[in-house]
């Protein structure tokens, strides 16, 4: 009879000490940093809108502002780094009096948002954009690409600073750090910082007169916000046991 070999036993793991020993003892530190950049994109939102008392005539002038609008915007190439439609909306503007329900007008509206990374050109276009007949101009919001730099460069200065602050603590002790155990990223983000204006024109209803040439319209001057990164990560390290006598 052939007798079947027992398995070895496994050994059981080490115990686990999360808040260290005193043979192993932990140091667990914070780091930040907080960097203040240029922003690299400005975004702006143009609102376009058109009123009529025929629902058909309303939306061809506002496809038309539209199209007018695009076209204005595309002249400047590479400045423009993404270019989107948001809202169309086509409102009908009942009579305030009377018990029929009478249509007096038609309300169109449209939303485009543009994002810039020339900001040379950024005052001209909301200028430009502006003198258009009734076009309105939000913005602009500064910040920093999601892909940016500085965001890595903000980790990098906060992973530095924990372990800095970590050897500080072992020298405090008279010893040394011995290895990382752990390394937590509390939080690493960006604040934007705003400098919103806006800049409309306006005529009078269903007036038949054209708009001044977009082209004499002054540049606005705009002064870029600078942009706060914010970093913070939490690291755990042994020690070489301190002699504490």
Do not use: C
């Not at 169309?88 to 449209?110: D, M, N, V």
């Amino acid at each position: 009879m052939t007798e079947t070999p027992t398995p070895a036993a496994t050994p059981a793991p080490a115990p686990h000490h999360p808040y260290g020993t005193p043979t192993t003892p932990h140091v667990t530190v914070r780091g930040e940093a907080h960097l203040e950049v240029d922003p690299e994109i400005a975004h702006i939102t143009i609102t376009l809108t058109a009123r009529g008392t025929d629902r058909r005539t309303t939306l061809d002038d506002l496809t038309r502002r539209n199209t007018t609008t695009l076209d204005l915007i595309r002249t400047y190439g590479d400045a423009i780094e993404k270019l989107e439609t948001g809202t169309l909306a086509i409102r009908p503007e009942l009579t305030r009096h009377g018990r029929a329900e009478r249509i007096r007008a038609y309300h169109g509206s449209i939303q485009l948002t543009a994002t810039l990374s020339d900001f040379t050109t950024l005052g001209e276009l909301i200028a430009r954009l502006a003198d258009q007949d009734l076009t309105r101009i939000d913005g602009p919001w500064w910040a920093l690409r999601p892909t940016s730099p500085h965001h890595a460069a903000a980790r990098r200065q906060a992973v530095q600073g924990a372990l800095q602050r970590a050897r500080e603590y072992a020298e405090a002790l008279d010893t040394r750090l011995g290895a990382l155990l752990e390394l937590s990223d509390t939080g690493t983000h960006g604040s934007p910082r705003m400098a919103r204006a806006a800049f409309s024109t306006q005529a009078m209803p269903f007036a038949g007169a054209a708009p001044e040439a977009a082209t004499d319209a002054a540049p606005v001057d705009l002064e870029p916000v600078r942009q706060t990164v914010d970093a913070q990560v939490e690291a755990s390290f042994t020690l070489i046991p301190p002699n504490l006598g």
